[in-house]
């Protein structure tokens, strides 16, 4: 059991480096270690939907790589994890319409952690989403 502790840490270790020595070399320890846990979350409960690079799929799920969208709608996209989104979005241009489900046993943090994983790898932010950021947000969500 010790041996693989230390494994896991090693693994962490290694994927914390890999993403600092990336193009985004902009990026803080802090936002590195969310994006290493947001990846693992994302490959949990979005990539089956939103794929392995946040490129979509064609006209039914919407990319998560148009940075404007990811920066105007910082504060719903908690919500959106959270509480699913029924309701019709345009991103990079193209309109979408299906459902997505809510993801209510997300805690604060983990939605922190994905969002900041989506942000940084998809998008052309260097920013860390806070878990007080993700209370705040779903405190406004209006539902």
Do not use: W
Request: with cysteine; hydrophobic share 35%; net charge neutral.
């Amino acid at each position: 059991m010790r041996i693989l502790t230390v494994v896991n840490i090693i693994g962490l270790v290694i994927g914390i480096l890999s993403y600092l020595s990336s193009c985004q070399s902009n990026v803080n320890i802090q936002t590195a270690q969310f994006a290493v846990n947001g990846q693992k979350l994302y490959v949990a409960h979005c990539q089956n939907c939103h794929g392995a690079k946040g490129e979509g799929l064609g006209k039914l799920y919407p990319p998560l790589t148009d940075h404007d969208f990811l920066e105007k709608n910082r504060a719903k996209l908690s919500c959106i994890v959270r509480n699913g989104l029924s309701e019709e979005i345009e991103v990079s241009g193209q309109k979408f319409k299906e459902t997505m489900p809510a993801n209510p046993q997300l805690a604060e943090l983990e939605i922190a952690y994905i969002l900041t994983y989506i942000t940084t790898n998809f998008g052309k932010s260097d920013s860390t989403y806070s878990a007080a950021e993700v209370k705040a947000a779903l405190q406004n969500c209006n539902r």
